[in-house]
């Protein structure tokens, strides 16, 4: 009995014209930062535990992917601290290294190692996948592409305004219909948490609140309730899920809902000054909007937080990210902001699939796929295929002398866009015969002057 072969939860295979749909995407990417200024760089596929266990709260440190030690090292495993019951240590002894992520935090661990090397602000982007051990699901899967970009060594608020101009500029090249920037700060989520007396509590009450779109009003509260928040508590937080209005509308409200509050004040300024800076959003395209339930759930934000959604489908965030000032100092290296986003490459893609939104040459064969009658004619097709791939076409010949019927069988499979025949009768007329195979159309053309007059 035959294996059944199947790729692992949670991962997925790319055939050719996947692969070409998501270089799209990338260049898009790409070439948004590269306009603005941001150099590539890459990190390895995996990093010491300790670099990222810890740094993204207790629900992120469970979706790290652990390497088990090999060899040696396996036999050095800590069995007293499991006999003790200290199990982190126990995994840590079996688990030098994990995979990673993300990409920030080991952003932040290059940022650190290389100080020396590169010059402040650093604008960087990178394109790398990363590996989580969530439950998969439509939209979320354990191995994909993250497309991030960061400046660092600058605690400019024209940081959170260029890459939101990035973010448009990623979205208006891919033709999205229309899609929701939706901003928040930390400083407002802290000065929440500080209104309510429950500062101790700021995890507790971010990553409850981060899941509003997904279990809704009533299972925030009770998310709460069973987190041990008291009903005095509940209700002063009820006026946060009845915004409601514009951004500035929203922020008039939080204003009152703060006042006094200076931490969550000053996170308003910011949000307030960012979106004075962006005056170009597409009315009912692209909206930017104030989401003060968005915590996002990483505990290394410290001030403005980012996230996009698409309009016309149900996907989750397609971009998100926001200002870390205190993550290099996680690695020694204090006094150095940061700012950044990552996009979803991998939502992106069925984004983009769902609405039919991938160009239609992306799907292009062959400029031209030489027929293969004889190898006498063949190796004259070689050449000719030569002298054309010189001209920047993308050219084939068929392998072998197959029936005609298979061979076009083939040209239609790939989406040639022409098909040349070439075979005894033609070398012997001195004619090759070019079919459009789109029109069906038929061209006859002398073998000394075909490529010239061909390429027009």
């Not at 990210?321 to 290099?328: A, H, M, Q």
């Not at 100092?329 to 950044?340: C, D, I, P, Q, R």
Request: charged share 25%; net charge negative; proline share 3%.
């Amino acid at each position: 009995m035959s294996q059944k072969l199947n790729t692992p939860k949670g991962t997925r295979d790319h055939l050719p014209m996947d692969v070409r749909k998501r270089e799209y995407i990338f260049n898009a990417i790409s070439k948004a930062f590269e306009s603005y200024g941001y150099q590539p760089i890459e990190t390895p596929s995996f990093e010491l535990s300790s670099t990222l266990m810890g740094k993204y709260g207790e629900e992120g440190d469970r979706l790290i992917f652990r390497i088990l030690n090999s060899g040696d090292k396996l036999k050095k495993a800590d069995v007293e601290a499991l006999n003790n019951g200290q199990l982190a240590k126990f995994a840590h002894s079996l688990s030098e290294k994990a995979l990673r992520y993300d990409l920030t935090v080991p952003f932040a661990r290059f940022v650190v190692q290389h100080q020396n090397e590169i010059s402040f602000p650093f604008k960087r982007y990178q394109i790398q996948p990363v590996w989580r051990a969530d439950r998969p699901q439509h939209g979320r899967y354990q191995e994909f592409y993250q497309c991030d970009g960061d400046v660092v060594g600058s605690d400019s608020l024209r940081n959170e305004v260029e890459l939101i101009r990035i973010i448009q500029q990623v979205f208006r090249f891919l033709k999205l219909p229309g899609f929701t920037v939706k901003l928040n700060n930390r400083k407002v989520l802290s000065g929440i948490a500080q209104v309510c007396g429950i500062q101790d509590e700021l995890i507790s009450l971010t990553v409850a609140l981060d899941k509003l779109d997904k279990i809704g009003k009533e299972g925030v509260v009770n998310e709460l309730v069973s987190k041990g928040f008291n009903a005095e508590v509940l209700k002063k937080i009820e006026p946060l899920f009845e915004l409601q209005g514009s951004f500035n509308e929203r922020l008039l409200q939080l204003r009152d809902f703060l006042s006094g509050n200076e931490m969550g004040l000053l996170g308003l300024e910011e949000l307030s000054f960012v979106h004075s800076k962006l005056k170009d959003f597409i009315p009912g395209k692209e909206v930017l909007e104030l989401d003060v339930t968005l915590a996002r759930g990483l505990n290394y934000y410290t001030g403005i937080i980012i996230e996009v959604k698409a309009h016309e489908v149900e996907m989750g965030s397609i971009c998100g990210g926001g200002r870390y000032d205190d993550l290099t100092a996680l690695f020694g290296l204090k006094g150095l902001s940061g700012v950044g986003i990552s996009f979803g490459a991998d939502r992106i893609y069925d984004v983009l699939n769902s609405l039919d939104l991938f160009p239609s040459q992306l799907s292009m064969g062959p400029d031209i796929l030489f027929l293969n009658f004889s190898d006498t004619t063949a190796d004259v097709s070689d050449g000719w295929a030569a002298e054309l791939r010189s001209h920047g076409k993308t050219v084939e010949v068929y392998p072998s002398n197959a029936k005609l019927q298979k061979q076009m069988k083939y040209a239609n499979d790939r989406g040639a866009q022409w098909t040349a025949f070439y075979g005894d009768e033609e070398a012997a007329n001195q004619s090759i015969v070019l079919k459009n195979m789109t029109s069906g159309e038929q061209k006859t053309y002398n073998v000394a002057t075909w490529i010239s007059d061909w390429l027009g």
